[in-house]
């Protein structure tokens, strides 16, 4: 079964930087498409970021574009989310997911999730 471990959150000031690592397995990471979402509090969850598997087409959400950076190592089902110039609303539990965008309504992979607390 689809297993995923978020991990790199953390507490950081506003303008910081965090990287956020995805450990995947249960699936043939390598020919995935794989995604980013988040849910800050009391909202709903918000698609952030995807990647092809062959790692070279990206798509970001306008709230991130360029400041955010999703990325692979196949060789070590791993994907990677490097985020910059953080801001308060990007406070929230970061999760991973196969797919390019939002995981369907019947997904139920999902890892525990890692939380990014931006705040001075």
């Known amino acids: 079964e689809v297993h995923l471990v978020e991990s790199g959150g953390g507490l950081v000031q506003p303008g910081g930087s965090l990287r956020l690592s995805c450990a995947a397995s249960?699936?043939?990471?390598?020919?995935?498409?794989m995604s980013w979402v988040r849910r800050a509090p009391g909202k709903g969850l918000e698609w952030v970021s995807a990647?092809?598997?062959?790692?070279?087409?990206?798509s970001y959400s306008d709230s991130v574009q360029g400041r955010f950076t999703i990325s692979r190592d196949n060789a070590k089902n791993m994907l990677y989310l490097q985020m910059k110039h953080l801001n308060p609303e990007d406070t929230a539990v970061y999760y991973c997911?196969?797919?390019?965008?939002?995981?369907?309504?019947?997904?139920?992979?999902w890892g525990q999730g890692t939380q990014v607390t931006v705040s001075s």
């Open positions: 997911a196969p797919g390019y965008g939002m995981p369907k309504k019947g997904y139920s992979g």
């Open positions: 249960g699936f043939t990471f390598a020919i995935s498409a």
């Open positions: 990647i092809n598997g062959g790692g070279d087409d990206t």
